[in-house]
C-alpha cells in the first residue's frame, strides 16, 4: 500500500520484499519506507510520486492512499460502461476497474501478450469510494524541483496544473474531480 504524505509514498512491500506471516510485519515494511523516503527529500528537494498511463504522467495528491495490486484477478461485468474494465475482489472489498486508456482515449501502447499482466493501482480518497485504475507503470519517484508549473489549457478539468522541464510533462490530479467525473459518465 503506498500512502501519499506530505510529498512521500510509503510502499507496503518492495519487489524484493516476500511478505508471508512468518515474516516482516506490515509495520515494519512501512517504517523502513518511511525512512527511505525521508532520506531521499534531502538538501531541500521536493519528492514527488507519479503513476503513467499511456503518454501521460500524473502526480499522486497528498491524501491519497494508493496501493499496487499484483496479482489480482479482473471480472468481467455484462453491460458495465466503456471505461469499466471489470470489478475486482480486494479483501473481501468489491471494487471497479477504471481502464484509464479508455478514459483517456489514449491507444494501449503493448502488445496483447503484456496486456494479460495488467497493473492495477487501488485509490482511495477521502471523500469516495475506493476505485482501481489500469495503468501502465508503476508508481515511481521524481524530483520535482527541476520542473515548472503551469496552468493546464484545454485538458480536462480534472487537471490541476501542469509541470514541465525540459524532457518530461506531468500532469497534476484532482482525485476528488476525476472520481466524480467518473461516477456521473457513461461511455
Known amino acids: 500500500m503506498h500512502t501519499v504524505e506530505k510529498n512521500n509514498v510509503i510502499e507496503k512491500a518492495s ?3 516476500e511478505l508471508s506471516e512468518e515474516g516482516l510485519s506490515y509495520t515494519s515494511i ?3 519506507a518511511i525512512d527511505s523516503t525521508k532520506r531521499k527529500k534531502t538538501r531541500n528537494r521536493i519528492n514527488r510520486f507519479i503513476y503513467s498511463v499511456g503518454e501521460y504522467n500524473f502526480l499522486f495528491e497528498q491524501e491519497l492512499k494508493v496501493e499496487n495490486l499484483a496479482n489480482t484477478s ?4 455484462p453491460h458495465a460502461p466503456k471505461w469499466c474494465l471489470g470489478i475486482a475482489n480486494v479483501r473481501g472489498n468489491i471494487i471497479p476497474i477504471v481502464d484509464m486508456h ?3 482515449k489514449q491507444e494501449l501502447k503493448y502488445s496483447s501478450k503484456e496486456n494479460s499482466k495488467k497493473l492495477l493501482l487501488m485509490i482511495e480518497h ?4 475506493p476505485i482501481i485504475f489500469q495503468i501502465d507503470k508503476l508508481p515511481e519517484i521524481i524530483d520535482i524541483n527541476n520542473y515548472t508549473t503551469g496552468i493546464a489549457k484545454d485538458l480536462p478539468s480534472w487537471i490541476k496544473c501542469t509541470w514541465k522541464n525540459s524532457s518530461n510533462k506531468l500532469y497534476e490530479v ?3 474531480e476525476l472520481l466524480n467525473l467518473i461516477r456521473s459518465i457513461n461511455i
Open 30 to 32: 512501512l517504517n523502513s
Open 174 to 176: 484532482n482525485h476528488d
Open 15 to 17: 519487489s524484493n520484499i
Open 126 to 129: 477521502k471523500n469516495h469510494a
Open 102 to 104: 479508455i478514459l483517456l
Open 74 to 77: 479482473v471480472s468481467k461485468v
